[in-house]
């Protein structure tokens, strides 16, 4: 019944937890919520990895490890962006600085922990954009790729000054 209804967790822990059901003397209403809440806890793990997988982030992606005060910036507005409040209110965010200063790694923690808060978040490069938007009509994953970034909470994109823009791509930015 569990493969029928893909309840997968609950069919690979289902000894584990009727032992333990035994042992403590389970009631047949703690039984079943602890069924399903393994099956839950299940589920938004895999989903969670499915979306960090999608998000495309850099290695680097911890921001216990930045150094916010080395970068110039304060430790109480790495803060306030950890909070992710500016996701929900629409905000714009445009890191700058010099080569080196954490940009890269910042956006992508930000990221990071967007994608963990159940954000639909993606981490891409400018010149990823520009295929996606130039290719979405011809090849089937881009096409899919862009309808996920249309429906994002927030997309992160790097080294967007790296990329060279051509004379008649000016024009798809106005």
């Known amino acids: 019944m569990c493969s029928q209804f893909a309840l997968t967790s609950i069919s690979s822990n289902i000894d584990l937890i009727v032992s333990e059901a035994e042992k403590n003397g389970t009631g047949f209403m703690q039984y079943t919520l602890d069924l399903l809440k393994d099956e839950a806890a299940y589920r938004l793990s895999k989903d969670q990895a499915k979306r960090m997988r999608a998000a495309g982030l850099p290695k680097s992606t911890n921001l216990e490890i930045y150094d916010a005060e080395k970068n110039g910036l304060k430790a109480i507005r790495l803060a306030q962006l950890r909070e992710l409040n500016w996701i929900d209110q629409l905000f714009n965010i445009v890191l700058m600085g010099t080569s080196g200063t954490g940009k890269t790694h910042l956006a992508a923690g930000l990221c ?51 990329f060279p823009l051509e004379k008649n791509l000016a024009v798809a930015f106005f």
């Open 112 to 162: 990071s922990e967007a994608v963990k808060a159940g954000y639909k978040a993606y981490f891409r490069s400018m010149e990823d954009i520009i295929n996606t938007l130039k290719t979405k009509d011809f090849v089937k994953s881009q096409m899919v790729e862009y309808k996920r970034l249309i429906n994002a909470n927030i997309i992160v994109l790097d080294d967007i000054m790296l």
